[in-house]
């Protein structure tokens, strides 16, 4: 999976935001929060290509969690992410 | 209706926002979501709400509105953001079309105005007016675009306007007028000199390098154009803070001297000290950005503050009747307008204001009533 391009985070009080623009239409902008860790995910990967256990060793790694939670959070996060049309399989 | 305390929250932020400074929060602690909403909305009368919205989202979590509003805010930068970004784009092409053609331009206002901001893509986008002062490059570029298909709209006689991708440009053969006839022929030479002289300011805007006027004749220009709209129908924060934030950037560069002799040979100086007080009083501006010696009467200070929060960009806000929709009735309602505002502030420039119901009938009178 990759991110799309011309996104960016903006972390506003406690939350991350999100932001997936359009290239030439306001109206396909999309704004979603984030977590600590799905903006942690996130920044990390930028445009590179990444995998679902790419990002459960990632997160696993950062706040020690168990592989089970990691995985249900991946998973929770990649389905985000397809809803919104923000990543290209 | 307005509200002392949304209009002193506003000015709070808006200074905190061109200037980059930190925002009192004492300030902010128990704000509701209908006070935020009249924040929102004044500042989208401003003309400066992705200013606002952008200090307001930088505040921390205790002090943020509500998460619904949160999200429209967010839209509200983003979507400035985007059309800057669109205005520049068409800039960049109209550039390099121009530029094959043969066909140097200044950049008048907008972006250029812009570049002067904390955060340039944060200022509201209007169009493109771009000076084409070679002699007959006004005619070729109306020829050009009509070879294209391109439909022109003749404005107020100094300009013409087409669109190009949805984004407005303005081509000028002037840079503005005055309508006092001793001003706008003492203003014809300026513009003559400066056409011979071509001794423009070169800016950066991206990885443009764009024309601008020199940086002393942008200054007098940026407040002209202000204050004309000003004494017609009115004006928003973001005309204000487009001349304070060029000042606050560019004053090392302006003589004083030679500033406010100009000013003064088009009667503008006193004008010009009456702003520059209400923006050391109502949004906390350091008095040595200026380029003349400032005042410390408040008299008209306070009647233009309270004009721009009830006038909104370009007077379009203005509480109280609108203008009809229909041509004729709408235009008388344009003239009564002036007329009213002449007499609010004719003493504040007699020069420039009690002429106007005069020069805007003769005016009228001569192009019709199309």
Same mark, same amino acid.
């Given at each position: 999976m990759r991110l799309k391009e011309n996104y960016s985070i903006r972390k506003?009080? /406690? $939350?991350?935001?999100?932001?997936? +623009? +359009? $290239?030439?239409?306001? /109206?396909?902008?999309r704004v979603i929060s984030l977590n600590d860790s799905a903006a942690y995910l996130i920044g990390e990967t930028g445009h590179h290509v990444f995998t679902s256990e790419e990002w459960v060793a990632l997160l696993i790694e950062k706040y020690g969690i168990d592989r089970t939670l990691a995985e249900i959070d991946v998973q929770v996060l990649v389905d985000k992410l397809i809803r919104e049309n923000l990543v290209d399989a | 209706m307005r509200d002392p305390a949304i209009d002193s929250l506003f000015l709070h932020l808006l200074g905190a926002a061109i200037f980059d400074r930190p925002v009192d929060v004492s300030r902010i602690e128990t704000l509701d979501a209908l006070f935020w909403k009249k924040i929102i909305g004044l500042a989208r009368r401003q003309s400066v709400s992705a200013l606002i919205a952008d200090t307001i989202l930088s505040l921390s979590e205790e002090m943020l509105p509500p998460r619904e509003q949160r999200f429209q805010l967010l839209q509200l930068v983003e979507k400035t953001q985007f059309l800057n970004g669109k205005l520049l @784009?068409?800039? !960049? #092409?109209?550039? &390099?079309e121009y530029t094959q053609l043969g066909i140097p331009y200044v950049l008048l206002k907008g972006p250029g105005n812009g570049t002067n901001y904390p955060k340039p893509l944060l200022r509201n986008p209007g169009d493109l007016d771009l000076l084409l002062y070679r002699k007959g490059d006004y005619e070729r570029t109306r020829e050009w675009l009509a070879g294209k298909g391109i439909d022109i709209v003749d404005a107020d006689g100094i300009?013409? =306007?087409? &669109?190009? #991708?949805?984004? @407005?440009? &303005?081509?000028?053969?002037?840079?503005?007028?005055f309508d006092h006839k001793k001003y706008d022929r003492l203003f014809r030479s300026v513009e003559e000199n400066l056409k011979r002289e071509e001794n423009f300011y070169l800016s950066s805007i991206g990885d443009l390098t764009v024309q601008q006027l020199p940086v002393e004749l942008n200054a007098f220009f940026i407040f002209q154009h202000l204050f004309r709209h000003f004494v017609h129908n009115g004006v928003g924060f973001r005309q204000f803070c487009d001349w304070i934030l060029f000042l606050s950037k560019h004053r090392q560069e302006i003589d004083a001297d030679s500033f406010t002799a100009l000013s003064k040979s088009f009667a503008l100086l006193y004008p010009m000290q009456v702003f520059a007080r209400a923006a050391e009083k109502y949004l906390d501006v350091s008095p040595s950005i200026f380029p003349f010696a400032t005042i410390t009467d408040d008299k008209y200070a306070d009647r233009v503050i309270e004009d721009i929060l009830d006038s909104g960009n370009f007077g379009f806000h203005r509480s109280g009747k609108k203008r009809p929709a229909q041509k004729l009735r709408g235009m008388w309602f344009s003239y009564?307008?002036?007329?009213? !505002?002449? !007499? =609010?502030?004719?003493?504040?420039s007699p020069e420039h204001c009690q002429i106007?119901?005069?020069? =805007?009938?003769?005016?009228?009178? =001569?192009i019709g009533f199309r």
């Open positions: 506003i009080g /406690d $939350e991350f935001m999100m932001i997936s +623009h +359009h $290239e030439s239409s306001l /109206d396909y902008t | @784009s068409v800039l !960049r #092409d109209l550039t &390099e300009h013409y =306007k087409f &669109e190009k #991708d949805g984004v @407005s440009i &303005e081509n000028h053969r002037r840079i503005t007028y009564t307008t002036t007329v009213h !505002r002449t !007499r =609010k502030f004719g003493a504040l106007l119901p005069f020069t =805007k009938l003769m005016h009228r009178l =001569k």
